[in-house]
Structure formats: C-alpha cells, structure tokens
C-alpha cells in the first residue's frame, strides 16, 4: 500500500492533542510522507471541504472512529481512529459522550487505543477492522538528558487534577428513583465513589466504575440496576464525566502527593491550576509550564519524577525518560502491552503500587547514584525505539498488513 499523502484531524482547542498530532506529522514527514493537520472544530463543511482539495491517502484521526464523523470521511479514504478517551467530543456543540454507549462508534479500517479497549468498555465494538495499541512518542530535539546536577530529595508531579466536588455543584441531581418515590441524588453518589468505593484510575475501568454506582443505587433503592442502563442514561451528562472519569484521577493525585509529603520529599506541582483548590497541596504549587523546554529541565533536575494512571506508557513517562530523568511509575490492571513490555523495572523505571508510594519513595531516598543511572538508561533505550518516527513507522506497517489482507480475500 502506498501511502504519500496524510491528514492527521483534531481538536486545536486541545494544546496536548494539536501537539501530540504535529509531533506525529514530522514523524510521516522524516518517512517521506506528506501530512498536514486539519481543524476538527471547524465548520463540517469546511474541513469537508479541505479534505476534498488535500485528497489524502489516509486519514488519522484521534478520539473519533469514521462512522461519529462519516459526514466528513470519503468512503474511498482509509481512516485510523486514535481512541484515548473514553468521552469524545462530536464537534457539532453537543455534549461529549461515552464512546462504548455511541451506536455510531466503528467503521475505521485500524482502531488504536492507548490501552486495553476493556478499560474504555469498549470489548464489544471490537468487531471491524483492525484493532491494535498505539503509544506515545517522543521529540528528541526537546527531551533528550544531559548532565546538569539533580536537586537531592526533590520530586515533581506534573499533571491535573480535577477540582474538588464542592466546586463542582453537584448537589441536587437525581440520578435513580424507585416506585415508591425515593430518590439517589448525585453528591450521595459522589461522597461514595470518592470516599467508600475509592476509584482509581489504576484499579477501575468505565465498566467498573459503571457497576459500582448501580450496585450502590440497587442496594439503597430496594431495585435491580445494571451499570450499562446508568451509562447509557447519562452517556452524555457532565456529571458522569466527572463521576467516572475526573473522580479516579482525583483520588489518585491526591494519594501522590500525600505519599511524597509522608515520604519526606520536597514536592513541586506544576500543571493546571486547579490544584490551588486544594489547600494541603497550595504551597507545592509551581504553576502550568507552556513551555516543553521547561517541562524537559523539570523532569532532568528532579530526583523524584511521580507518575500515576491507568497505564504506563504515557507521554509524561516517556518524556521524563528521554530527558533523563528518573521516574516512579504506578499503572493499572488493564494495561496490556504496558511499560513493563517496553522497560525492564529497576533499569529504566521504578515500579510501585498505590498502596505502598510512601514506602517505596522512601526505600530510594539517598540512592542518587542509582536513580542517575536508571535515568540515562531509560533515556537511550526511548531515544532508539518511542520517537514519535517509530510511532509513524508502526503505523505504516500496519497499513502494509492491511493492504496484505484486503489482497488475500
């Protein structure tokens, strides 16, 4: 199959996602493909439009499969869908919504997701094209190491965390009612998720999260109720994004950071600045880095790079590894193909688990040497195989096995 010619189609809203697709479109670029990014957000007859002047090989899409964005996709165009969310936004001004619960989801000839398609809930839309996993890259001429000194007992976290239920006016929503009249309203379910169920990004898919809540309002309501009819209820609701998506990620950073404050470490935070919403981790605010230089001297000067989520292979991981830094890293259950299939534990990363951050935080305090060398071990060992030019050269092999299989049937 020859590919000369690729469309890589976002949101320019996103910076992480318009970044991410540029950084990708140099990766075709240095193969000898053409690419150009398109507005996703632009009126659908405007980007209709540019794809019918560009005439593209291919078209590669982040978190829209063809048939949520069929009216924008030629038939005679191959299409690769991105999915790293599980809500996605259809662009036409509606509310995001789950994709497992979307009847329009599918129809891409390669489906990728960042990890395994179960903790999206998305096993069963597994029934066309080609499915696989795609990761990150990384841009070598920003995150590369060097030998600038590390600041002795520092750690960093670097990332969002949601505001707080509070801010989020959360009270006064039904979310179930039983014959008698007895309602489950929303704060109840949020102070269950956060503070009795403890969802984690690292321990619960969507499917999960899903089941908790209908198991919690089956029990208070005296009735039977299954966690995909309270998905597919509130498929496009705010406050289930913030239930199942925002609450996880919350319950994670805040055991982070208390783990590095128990540790004994000097936390820095750098990210959005919701973080000053919380008053324990106020004065370990640095502010939001708008720049990759700066983020790349964060990761090569902190002793105590932390990452927690639902896989390992994530940006943020693989860019502290090519700068060099050093990096403790928490993944989830459903992380098939994860870091530990990439990096070997102890050499290019230190593994732990959420229960026991403070503990193992503690246990490589004064190993300076240690966690120096596991740094430039990992640093090489990125810059050889997760540029984001292997992420486009995987990608064009898989084009090639798709082109071998349409010419076998």
Not at 12 to 25: H, K, V
Request: aromatic share 10%.
């Amino acid at each position: 199959m020859s590919i000369q010619k690729v469309v890589l189609l976002t949101q320019f809203s996103n910076e992480y996602l318009q970044d991410m697709c540029s950084a990708l479109a140099r990766g075709f670029l240095q193969e000898g493909i053409d690419a150009r990014l398109i507005n996703a957000e632009e009126k659908p007859d405007a980007v209709r439009k540019q794809i019918d002047e560009l005439h593209p090989d291919m078209i590669f899409e982040i978190n829209r499969t063809r048939n949520q964005n069929k009216q924008l996709i030629p038939d005679e165009i191959i299409h690769i869908a991105w999915i790293q969310d599980a809500w996605f936004n259809n662009g036409s001004g509606k509310p995001k919504q789950l994709h497992a619960y979307d009847p329009n989801f599918g129809g891409s000839d390669i489906t990728y997701t960042l990890l395994s398609p179960s903790y999206f809930g998305l096993e069963h839309k597994q029934n066309e094209g080609i499915w696989g996993c795609l990761h990150t890259g990384i841009e070598p001429y920003h995150f590369y190491p060097t030998d600038e000194p590390v600041i002795e007992n520092s750690a960093a976290i670097c990332g969002y965390i949601p505001d707080p239920p509070q801010y989020m006016k959360v009270r006064g929503y039904p979310l179930a009612w039983n014959q008698a009249g007895r309602q489950y309203m929303s704060d109840r379910m949020v102070n269950y998720l956060l503070n009795d169920a403890k969802v984690s990004t690292s321990k619960h898919s969507y499917t999960d999260i899903h089941n908790l809540m209908a198991a919690e309002m089956s029990r208070d309501l005296g009735c039977e109720i299954h966690g995909d009819q309270i998905a597919r209820s509130l498929d496009q609701c705010w406050l289930m994004l913030y239930m199942d998506t925002e609450l996880p990620r919350l319950n994670d950073r805040i055991n982070l950071a208390r783990a590095a404050h128990k540790s004994g470490l000097d936390l820095q935070i750098y990210g959005y600045e919701g973080w000053l919403l919380w008053a324990e981790f106020a004065l370990d605010y640095r502010g939001n880095l708008r720049w990759k230089s700066d983020l790349a001297q964060v990761y090569r000067h902190t002793q105590f790079n932390l990452h927690n989520g639902a896989f390992g292979m994530h940006s943020r991981v693989l860019d502290c590894m090519a700068s060099g830094g050093s990096i403790f890293v928490s993944t989830g259950r459903y992380a098939d193909n994860d870091i530990q299939h990439h990096f070997v534990d102890g050499e290019h990363y230190i593994a732990t688990e959420i229960e026991t951050w403070a503990d193992t935080l503690a246990s490589w305090r004064g190993r300076s040497k240690e966690l120096r060398a596991i740094g430039h071990n990992a640093a090489e060992e990125v810059l050889k195989h997760h540029t984001w030019r292997h992420r486009a050269r995987e990608i064009i092999a898989d084009l090639e096995s798709l082109a071998a299989m349409a010419a076998s049937t």
